[in-house]
């Protein structure tokens, strides 16, 4: 083994610990499943696990530079409700409009050919990134620590939420839910692609689950870029050292606001998937709570470091998946539903027990900045 490869294993050994936990857990849940390694099994998983593998990255991006965003949770629920109304279907290029308390806000004819749909799933994006710039611009000029402005605009997140849903209702289009849910061919045949999905070449993948495409396209067209770009560096330079970051010129408020709201953006898609899995809109408070929770749980269950400056979101994504898979095993072996949050506390201070060996290995605490 190269002496590069043997550094990069030690610089990343939190993440490929995750790694490898989730194959085998995943493994064994497929070995003990009565119905494993279909594809029906494949895209229940792939369902329950988008939304919390969203809101984890959510979280990682803040983390990463040394902040913790605790109204991820209820910017989902928030970006959830608002697409129950403007995902209810307008897929022939009608007018959409947003009834809420007995006034309405149109958003006009769509032009001829663009679906009135893929117009709502934009403005529930835009919605989510606008909530994260509002976080990262009340961190970085109201000066508040991170903690406590979330905190407080995830109350007001909730707030919102509660507005558009005091009770949970909507409806969002059916074709959209069966397409986005279901599998590949599903995909193909609803939105009429592929010669409705039955091309030949596309048979091998026909069984592939739609979540986890959207997943993996998600962080290779946003993640992975962004994470390479000068702004993502800078992140990351922040979660290291903030005053060497800012003594190499880095623009240090800009690198914040950016981490913020690229985390509002990923809990929207969380929010807007969660929202289409369930056909409505549902300000819950309890589970807004337990998603937050979670997302920190899959941070540093994916390597992830509370202190920031290393990790990313593909770990928390891991992270999230196994926090998922616990909760299958609980439904396979009839296991109490209450010794679930038992089962993944121990697998959490596990997780950070590992991250730790390293601090406990050294003698020298200079010798962890080399």
Not at 31 to 54: C, I, M, R, W, Y
Not at 211 to 239: D, E, Q
């Amino acid at each position: 083994m190269s002496s590069d490869l043997a550094i990069r294993m030690r610089q990343n050994f939190a993440f490929l610990t995750a790694v490898s936990l989730f194959c085998v857990v995943y493994l064994l849940y497929h070995v003990a499943h009565p119905k494993g390694f279909s594809s029906a099994v494949l895209v229940q998983n792939g369902d329950e696990v988008f939304t919390l593998a969203l809101v984890a990255m959510a979280q990682t991006v803040p983390v990463l530079a040394a902040g913790l965003d605790l109204s991820v949770g209820a910017l989902m629920t928030m970006v959830g409700c608002f697409a129950s109304y403007l995902l209810s279907g307008a897929p022939d290029g009608t007018a959409l409009s947003l009834d809420l308390a007995g006034w309405r806000l149109g958003l006009g004819t769509l032009p001829g050919g663009v679906p009135g749909i893929l117009i709502g799933i934009l403005v529930c994006l835009a919605i989510g990134a606008f909530a994260g710039l509002i976080n990262g611009v009340v961190v970085v000029y109201g000066r508040i620590q991170p903690i406590i402005a979330t905190l407080a605009t995830g109350a007001i997140f909730i707030g919102v939420a509660l507005f558009l849903r005091p009770q949970p209702g909507g409806k969002i289009d059916e074709d959209l839910n069966w397409a986005l849910t279901n599998s590949l061919g599903d995909f193909a045949s609803t939105v009429h692609i592929f010669n409705d999905g039955a091309a030949p070449w596309f048979a091998p993948f026909a069984g592939v689950p739609t979540p986890f495409v959207l997943l993996a396209l998600i962080v290779l067209l946003v993640w992975v870029p962004f994470s390479r770009t000068v702004t993502g560096r800078a992140i990351y330079a922040i979660g290291s050292a903030e005053g060497a970051a800012y003594m190499s010129g880095l623009d240090i408020n800009r690198a914040r606001i950016a981490a913020f709201t690229l985390g509002g953006f990923f809990a929207g898609c969380g929010g807007l998937f969660l929202a289409i899995q369930t056909s409505s809109g549902n300000a819950d408070i309890p589970q807004a709570g337990a998603y937050t929770l979670n997302s920190i749980a899959s941070v540093v269950i994916g390597g992830t470091s509370l202190l920031g400056g290393s990790g990313g979101a593909i770990g928390s994504v891991f992270g999230a998946m196994i926090l998922r898979v616990i909760s299958f095993f609980f439904r396979i072996f009839d296991i109490a539903p209450l010794l679930q949050p038992l089962f993944e506390g121990i697998i959490l201070l596990a997780a950070v027990s590992i991250g730790a060996l390293r601090v406990l290995r050294v003698k020298n605490t200079l010798e962890l900045f080399r």
